[in-house]
């Protein structure tokens, strides 16, 4: 209510800004614009799940006002205000619902305040203030509440000795699953201090500091109180004036305190060097100490990279890794060696050939002094079109942690993602719907028992080949890689992972339309499987009247170690038809289906717009329907609504 009324009362003060810059010279407006709106919308759904059946069905009435206006005092450079506020209340039963669409967020509630002292001046300082209230829903199957409430200074301090920016930044947010009742709350604040000082064109020197503070309540009552402060020193020397060679060095240093204690210090240096004959170096050492409550870890690396350019068609490189671990829980040392080529040749009359080799090689040698060793911050990435396993064998499930890359936000099991054994080692999927995006990277803890002492090399040659035909209407390729351990050394090491990999496809490019089909089998003893895949993209503009688009993909996986099969198809369709300059259709369809383990779902969408603008009033007339069968429950929505614009 307090933000309803603020935004009220901004928009009043919006509307009197001319009549006070017509009665104060020392204030100007620069700008002002806004829309005024009113919109119908009705609905009928229906939920069908083994429990319960429910129906609804709705008319609500809703209306905005937006507004936006840049002002000044005296000068724009001495103090320029901007504002910019929206609110759309909503009136009727119901009204969380969000009409199911592709990327559509609703906005309720909006407040953007900017101000600026001293513009271009040495001392200048720059305010914010934010808050908005939308809907959304994600993936196409869960309604989610947002609302997000920021606000921030910051002083920037301009000298030629060295100039210092202040930062701070407070960000809550809130975040409501309408349909499962679950509520996380957000908060972020953070200091920076910026300085740097620059003693040459190619001598420059950085300090930053940061301060934060995490506080996280989220869903069944998991909470995380984090506050860290940093240290971050760069030095940057370059041997020329367009900075391509030269020397790097950074220090860091971190101290978290709350429910993920742990102090870490690193250090880093690099260098880059560009050699006679076309050659390239590139080497770095690192060091790091990170000590937590239950382990400590001081960690060596050195790296070295030379590369080589032998006229235009042939590129290799070699790379050596040297690392050293000292650990709670084990020593390990790695020894990395690595090599490749890649040729390229036009061949047959302007079709392009190319070929690439690479050679792996890992030594590595581990002392085990705990039986049962925590990993902390293992960065997973998540994605739907691969078999994702967790690094180490025998997982204690039980002790599994996710979160997201600051570590304050928790997952669910079973809610956001799922856990599966797969032999030694344990597979994480995402559950479409919950708080992980496709493609997003996750931290996992865990505790897992660890492999006996061993020393083994790990060797893997991997080999790709692309021909490119017809300027490039047809791209062929195929890769093939194998994995294998020689001079293994334990006395009961599990958990190896050798594999061959094959992998080709056709991708053709013939005007607007795009086609692959992809063949992969990955046999290996860990998590084997073979996967078909086809995709379709069409994408055209004709007689500057009709656009239209089309994606379509589908693939097959087959696990071969548990005899099961999954199915994944998209389509999506998009269709515009301009009228004449002032009208237009718009027609959007969308189809997913995807059978496999706990995760079967049939979702079919669609929408239908009409629009048309006459001088500064706009019209939208449109429906769309909605059709959900996913985990034993089953949404049928349609609606229809119609929106009526004003801009001024």
Do not use: C
Not at 285 to 290: A, C, G, T
Not at 373 to 391: G, K
């Amino acid at each position: 209510m307090r933000i309803s009324k603020s935004i009220s009362l901004v928009i009043i003060l919006l509307l009197s800004l001319k009549t006070m810059a017509q009665q104060e010279r020392f204030f100007g407006i620069r700008s002002y614009s806004g829309e005024i709106g009113i919109s119908t919308l009705f609905k009928k759904q229906q939920s069908i799940s083994p429990a319960i059946t429910d129906y609804q069905e709705s008319t609500t009435v809703s209306g905005g006002l937006l507004l936006n206006a840049q002002s000044y005092v005296w000068t724009p450079k001495f103090f320029l205000f901007d504002v910019s506020a929206g609110y759309n209340p909503v009136s009727g039963q119901n009204m969380f619902l969000v009409t199911p669409d592709r990327n559509e967020v609703r906005t309720l509630k909006r407040l953007v305040l900017r101000a600026t002292f001293l513009e271009d001046k040495p001392i200048s300082l720059h305010l914010f203030k934010n808050y908005n209230e939308n809907f959304t829903k994600r993936d196409l199957l869960t309604d989610v509440k947002n609302m997000g409430d920021a606000m921030g200074a910051s002083l920037k301090i301009s000298n030629r000795l060295s100039p210092i920016v202040v930062d701070y930044r407070e960000n809550n947010w809130k975040q409501e699953e309408i349909e499962k009742d679950r509520v996380s709350n957000n908060t972020h604040r953070a200091l920076w201090v910026k300085t740097e000082r620059s003693f040459s064109q190619t001598n420059r020197l950085t300090l930053d500091y940061h301060h934060n503070e995490y506080k996280y309540h989220g869903f069944e009552l998991t909470k995380t109180n984090n506050t860290n402060d940093m240290v971050d020193i760069n030095h940057s020397f370059f041997f020329d004036t367009l900075k391509t060679q030269g020397l790097r060095s950074k220090v860091n240093f971190i101290d978290q305190r709350g429910n993920q204690s742990f102090q870490r210090a690193q250090v880093f240096e690099s260098v880059n060097l560009n050699l006679p004959s076309n050659f390239n170096l590139t080497g770095n050492y690192q060091y790091s100490r990170n000590v937590r409550p239950v382990s400590t870890l001081n960690m060596h690396t050195a790296k070295a990279q030379v590369n080589h350019q032998l006229y235009a068609s042939l590129k290799s490189s070699v790379y050596v890794e040297y690392t050293k671990i000292k650990q709670t829980a084990f020593d390990e040392r790695d020894f990395r060696f690595s090599g490749s080529l890649r040729y390229t040749k036009r061949i047959l009359g302007g079709n392009t050939l190319n070929i690439n080799y690479s050679y792996f090689r890992l030594g590595q040698k581990v002392d085990r002094k705990q039986v049962m060793p925590h990993v902390f911050d293992e960065e997973v990435t998540i994605s739907d079109n691969e078999i994702v396993l967790i690094d180490n064998p025998f997982v204690d499930l039980n002790t599994v942690v996710v979160t997201d890359l600051t570590g304050v936000t928790r997952y669910l099991p079973n809610i956001d993602y799922l856990l599966f054994e797969s032999g030694e080692f344990v597979e994480i999927q995402r559950i479409p719907g919950g708080l992980i995006a496709e493609g997003s990277i996750v931290l996992v803890d865990y505790v897992h028992q660890q492999n006996a002492d061993h020393r083994f090399a790990l060797i893997r040659h991997s080999v790709e080949t692309e021909v490119i035909l017809f300027n490039r209407l047809i791209r062929l390729y195929a890769r093939a890689s194998k994995q294998k351990y020689n001079h293994i050394e334990s006395s009961g090491l599990v958990g190896l992972r050798p594999f061959r990999d094959l992998n080709y496809g056709a991708i053709f490019n013939y005007g607007f339309l795009t086609g692959e089909i992809e063949y992969r089998l990955f046999d290996s003893s860990i998590g084997p499987y073979r996967m078909l895949g086809y995709q379709l993209q069409a994408s055209e503009t004709l007689a500057k009247r009709l656009l239209f688009s089309l994606i379509a993909s589908r693939k097959k996986f087959q696990r071969l170690d548990q005899e099961s099969t999954e199915f994944y198809m998209d389509v999506y369709g998009g269709l515009t038809y301009k009228i004449n300059p002032r009208s237009k259709v718009d027609v959007n369809i969308g189809y997913r289906n995807q059978q496999g383990r706990l995760l079967d779902l049939d979702l079919f969408t669609a929408r239908l717009q009409y629009s048309v603008s006459f001088r500064l009033i706009s019209m939208n007339v449109g429906g769309s329907i909605y059709r959900r069968d996913y985990l034993e429950e089953a949404i049928d929505y349609n609606n229809f609504y119609v929106q009526l614009m004003r801009r001024f």
